[in-house]
Every structure is written in structure tokens, then in C-alpha cells.
T-cell receptor, first 108, second 113 residues
Framework: RKEVEQDPGPFNVPEGATVAFNCTYS??????FFWYRQDCRKEPKLLMS???SGNEDGRFTAQLNRASQYISLLIRDSKLSDSATYLC?????????FGKGTRLSVIA | DAGITQSPRYKITETGRQVTLMCHQT?????MFWYRQDLGHGLRLIYY???????DKGEVPDGYVVSRSKTENFPLTLESATRSQTSVYFC????????????FGNGTRLTVT
């Protein structure tokens, strides 16, 4: 089993839709979790950290389920500008391990 | 400006040549990383460094050499470039390693002919 796994997508959703991505991880001792966003041919940028109690930043909600070993990202009211690849990142031991990413296309 | 910068942005080289990719950060972050990104593989770690003069191998270190004589610089050298090293290379830094997020440079697109 790979250390971090994501559904590669693509997820094609209409503007205004709600979309959710999951990411599973294999190491139960993992300590830190992040979601990054990567636009085509650009560097990954931190979207949000994921806290045990779950956290929200505007239209974005991240959750952690330690029992089932996955993290999730929920995007509400999708915008065209949300089109990107979303990378799940897990820290077990230094360094961070990246998932391969989930591609999202928001369609007008 | 503070941040992390990579150079060059684009590089074309021939098989067998030595190539050095530069990475410089102004945050005084302890940790620095080199990743390569290829279609179908995502980001793969080449080498990382926890501090000056401390480096460790990542997932795909073969064919690469790093050094970290100063905290702010972390160059990556391809000793004898091969076509399989054609990729986009990202340098990143973080304050405390795995517990803090990474900040990426804008990448170097390397083509080996």
C-alpha cells in the first residue's frame, strides 16, 4: 500500500457545486497533514493545514479521521478559479510525503 | 524580497554534462528539500537537509549530489545528466521540518537531450 493515496480524478464540476476529495495514508503514526494547491506548471502552494478537530477557511473545510486514516477537503460553492490539482501531504517522519494529487476542473 | 528562489528557470543540457540547480532562501529556515515532479509520479523527494552540513537521501537520490555549506543555499548537482532526469525540479524550505508546511520555489524545468 502506498504511503499516501489520492483519487487522481479529474473531478469535473459545475460552478457553485460542492466537491470533496479524500486522501488515505498508511502510517498510523503520521503527525501532520496539509492540503496544497498546484496550478498547471506552477509550484505547489499551501492551501491549509489539517487539524485533528477539523478546520475551515472560507469555502474550504479540512477534516482528519485518524481511525480510518484519511483526510478530506471539502470545497463549497466552487469557483472557476478553484480549478487546479490538490495535493494531500502527510508527515510521518521528515520529510513530508505528497500524494500524486487530485485534479479539479470547475466548469462554467 | 524574502522568499525562496531557484535558478535557472529553464535549462537544456546534453546527456553526460554536469548541471547544477541553485536554490536560495531568505527565511533562515532549517530544512530544505529538493523534489522532482514527473507526470504519473507526483512529487518525489531527491534529497533534503535539516541544517547546514547535514543532508539525507530521499526517495530518488541516485545521480544527484547536494551540499549545504550555508543555511540559505542548497544546490542540486546532476553529475552526469541522463534523459531520465528530464523533469521539473522544485526546491522547498520549512521552518522545523515535517511539522511545518513547505514553501516552494517556482521550479526549474530541466531538459536533457
Amino acid at each position: 500500500r502506498k504511503e499516501v493515496e489520492q483519487d487522481p480524478g479529474p473531478f469535473n464540476v459545475p460552478e457553485g457545486a460542492t466537491v470533496a476529495f479524500n486522501c488515505t495514508y498508511s502510517n498510523s503514526a503520521s503527525q501532520s497533514f496539509f492540503w496544497y494547491r498546484q496550478d498547471c506548471r506552477k509550484e505547489p502552494k499551501l492551501l491549509m493545514s489539517v487539524y485533528s478537530s477539523g478546520n475551515e477557511d472560507g469555502r474550504f473545510t479540512a477534516q482528519l479521521n485518524r481511525a480510518s486514516q484519511y483526510i478530506s477537503l471539502l470545497i463549497r460553492d466552487s469557483k472557476l478559479s478553484d480549478s487546479a490539482t490538490y495535493l494531500c501531504v502527510v508527515m510521518s517522519d521528515t520529510p513530508l510525503v505528497f500524494g500524486k494529487g487530485t485534479r479539479l476542473s470547475v466548469i462554467a | 524580497d524574502a522568499g525562496i528562489t531557484q535558478s535557472p528557470r529553464y535549462k537544456i543540457t546534453e546527456t553526460g554534462r554536469q548541471v547544477t540547480l541553485m536554490c536560495h532562501q531568505t527565511w533562515s529556515h532549517s530544512y530544505m528539500f529538493w523534489y522532482r515532479q514527473d507526470l504519473g509520479h507526483g512529487l518525489r523527494l531527491i534529497y533534503y537537509s535539516a541544517a547546514a552540513d547535514i543532508t539525507d537521501k530521499g526517495e530518488v537520490p541516485d545521480g544527484y549530489v547536494v551540499s549545504r555549506s550555508k543555511t540559505e543555499n542548497f544546490p542540486l548537482t546532476l553529475e552526469s545528466a541522463t534523459r531520465s532526469q528530464t523533469s521539473v525540479y522544485f526546491c522547498a524550505s520549512s521552518e522545523t521540518g515535517g511539522g511545518s508546511p513547505l514553501h516552494f520555489g517556482n521550479g526549474t524545468r530541466l531538459t536533457v537531450t
